[in-house]
Structure formats: structure tokens, C-alpha cells
């Protein structure tokens, strides 16, 4: 049974479809309209006089009427209610596997950026001059022109939002929805790494990957270097590609008495088959062992559908990228001579070297 408090102590109809009513709990007039579409609105007048309250509730009645015709939304939430809504589903994409790596992006844009900056703002009030507070903002905050990717990655981040918004009935009809500008400079790519450089990565990562000092370093380095290894030595791409990889997705391939190791993955350009270099047999073989306990040539026989790039605990990480920096940095590869920029765990499985099919 509903409480006492929610029961109307008195109700006093204005008009036929306007009417006012109190609750036993409170002195405070409400009312209760219907709109043009049939549905019925109700709302607090804000006052304890009877004769304020019913002209209160004609005008709220009014208001509310012309906003729905209009084409103006009559749930109003907040930039940041829908943004919160947005960045659970990408979470939720995320640990099902199903989402794209840049989604971990847009929860940072939207934790660090667009929800502290337009939370509290309703959709139909984000007006042009907002959006240019919010672009210098952002740079007060970064204290730097911010890059045209970058930029890019805000842009995507907001619309997202505005898409769901805009589903939801959220946005007025009768405007286009408000877009952030995308002008940033563009990056500098730091140039592909040379064959010295790759040999020093290698040598390097075997003895980096044996300290740390988390626990976590400890269990994400190894990782690391598999994955790194990987890339190298097989051009599959770094991201939904690589990370969707299965052991049963491995499988020997045999031509006269040349046997190769194939592997089926799937990405943005649709599913693929590619030949591994012997490199990448190896970092197979030490992730085979020591996340199952098995040989890669035993873990290819039982076609496991387990993921091949976690952390020994079974632990996925959403990101590498930030170790793959903190390798760049301690193995004095972060920077190219001349150049501002790093590397990017991307270019590594788009090296030329990298991208051969044939085997040792």
C-alpha cells in the first residue's frame, strides 16, 4: 500500500486539465497537468498559498505545453546523467571483449573532461559560446595547444553522448546537436625503428621484464614483451586485433617439409590468416608456459578458447600502451634523434620488417 505521505490531503482543479493538490506531509502546493500529446506532467508550484499556486500551475502548464510543441524534450537530464549512462556501456563493452581500445579513451575524456566540465548542464542549454569556454578550458587544464588526434578523440567521446541523447528524445528536434571543433595540430610520428633498434629493444626487454617494483609490473612486463615481440614478428595489429587472439586460433601450417605457424585473427578489416616469423613462435611458446602450463605445440593441440594475451593470473590489462611507453623510456628508444614525439605501440605492427611471411 502506498504511504500516507504520497496520498493528496486536498486537490483543487484550475481548469479541465490543470488541477493542484497537497500531500499530508507537506504545505507545499503541487500540480498536475495534461500536455498536448495526452500525458500528464506533474510538478511542484513552490508555494503554500492556494491562489499563488494555481497561477503558478496555469503557467508552468503553459510553459510546458509549448515546449512539447516545440519539439523540446520533456525529460530533461543532464549532460553528465546520459554521459554516465554512455561511459557504463563502454565499461561493459570493455570487459566483454566486444569493445574497441580507443572505448578506455573515451572514459578517460569523458571522467577527466566532459563530465566535470557540461555535467550539470541540460542538453538544449549547451550553446556555441560553451563550447568555446569549453575548448580553452581544456587547454588551461593541459596547459598545451592539444594535438588534432587528441582532439579527434574528444570530439568522438561527446558525440557518443549526444548520439544517446539524441535516441533517448533528448535533444530539441528543431536544431542540429552541438559538436566540439576539431583543430588541433597535427602530430609528429616519431620515424619507423631500424634494425639496430629493434635488435637493442629485444636484448633489452629480457632483462626489463625482470624487475618491477608492483607486483603488477611484475606480471604485466613479461606480458609486455610477448606482446611486443608479436607484433614484431607477425604484422597482426596492435588492439581489437591482437586482443581478441584465442589459442585455438593458432594452427601449423605444412608445405613439403617446411612446417609455418598460421594465425586466424579479426579485426576492423575483417577476418584474416597470416604467417608468423619464428620470433613470435618463441614469445608464443613462453606465454603457452606460463599462463597454461603447457608447450605451444600442446596448447595448439588442444585448441583452448582461452584469451593468449593475459597476465599469468588470468588478469587482462585494457591498455598497454602506458608500459609499452615506460619500456620506450628505460631503453633509451622513446625519442628519435631530432624528434618530440614517441613511438606508438601501433607502429610495431606496421614495420616493414615486421610485415614479411615467411619464417626462419
Known amino acids: 500500500m502506498p504511504s500516507r505521505q504520497c496520498q493528496p490531503a486536498a486537490t483543487q482543479r484550475v481548469s479541465s486539465e490543470v488541477s493542484i493538490f497537497q500531500r499530508t506531509s507537506s504545505s507545499i502546493w503541487q500540480c498536475r497537468f495534461k500536455l498536448p500529446n495526452g500525458q500528464w506532467h506533474r510538478l511542484s508550484t513552490g508555494s503554500s498559498d492556494e491562489a499563488q499556486a494555481q497561477l503558478v500551475a496555469l503557467k508552468l502548464a503553459h510553459q510546458w505545453a509549448a515546449r512539447e510543441q516545440l519539439g523540446l524534450p520533456i525529460r530533461r537530464p543532464t549532460f553528465g546523467t546520459i554521459a554516465r549512462e554512455v561511459r557504463q556501456e563502454l565499461e561493459q563493452s570493455l570487459a566483454a571483449y566486444h569493445g574497441k581500445v580507443v572505448y578506455q579513451d573515451y572514459i578517460t575524456v569523458l571522467d577527466k573532461y566532459l563530465i566535470p566540465f557540461f555535467g550539470s548542464h541540460r ?5 556555441s559560446e560553451q563550447l568555446s569556454e569549453f575548448d580553452r578550458w581544456r587547454e588551461t587544464q593541459n596547459r598545451r595547444t592539444l594535438s588534432l588526434s587528441t582532439m579527434r578523440t574528444h570530439a568522438a567521446a561527446f558525440n557518443r553522448v549526444t548520439d544517446a541523447a539524441q535516441m533517448r528524445g533528448l535533444l530539441p528536434a528543431n536544431r542540429p546537436s552541438p559538436t566540439l571543433s576539431v583543430s588541433g595540430e597535427r602530430g609528429k610520428i616519431r620515424p619507423g625503428f631500424d634494425r639496430s633498434e629493434i635488435d637493442h629493444l629485444l636484448e633489452f626487454a629480457v632483462s626489463w621484464v625482470q624487475v618491477g617494483r608492483l607486483a603488477i609490473e611484475r606480471e604485466i612486463r613479461p606480458l609486455l614483451r610477448d606482446y611486443v615481440e608479436f607484433l614484431l614478428f607477425t604484422g597482426v595489429r596492435h588492439g581489437t586485433e591482437a586482443r581478441r587472439l584465442e589459442w585455438r586460433h593458432l594452427q601449423w601450417h605444412v608445405e613439403g617439409e617446411r612446417r609455418f605457424l598460421r594465425i586466424w585473427v579479426s579485426g576492423k578489416t575483417g577476418p584474416r590468416h597470416l604467417i608468423a616469423k619464428s620470433g613470435a613462435v618463441d614469445a608464443l611458446d613462453r606465454l603457452a608456459r606460463r599462463n597454461l602450463g ?45 624528434v618530440t614525439c614517441a613511438p606508438s605501440m601501433m607502429m610495431l605492427s606496421f614495420m616493414k620488417t615486421a610485415r614479411t611471411t615467411s619464417t626462419s
Open 294 to 338: 603447457l608447450s605451444l605445440e600442446e596448447a595448439i593441440d588442444q585448441r583452448s578458447p582461452g584469451k593468449v594475451f593475459v597476465c599469468a593470473s588470468g588478469y587482462e590489462p585494457h591498455d598497454l600502451r602506458g608500459s609499452f611507453r615506460r619500456l620506450m623510456r628505460d631503453s633509451g628508444l622513446l625519442k628519435d634523434t631530432g
Open 123 to 127: 542538453f538544449e542549454d549547451i550553446t
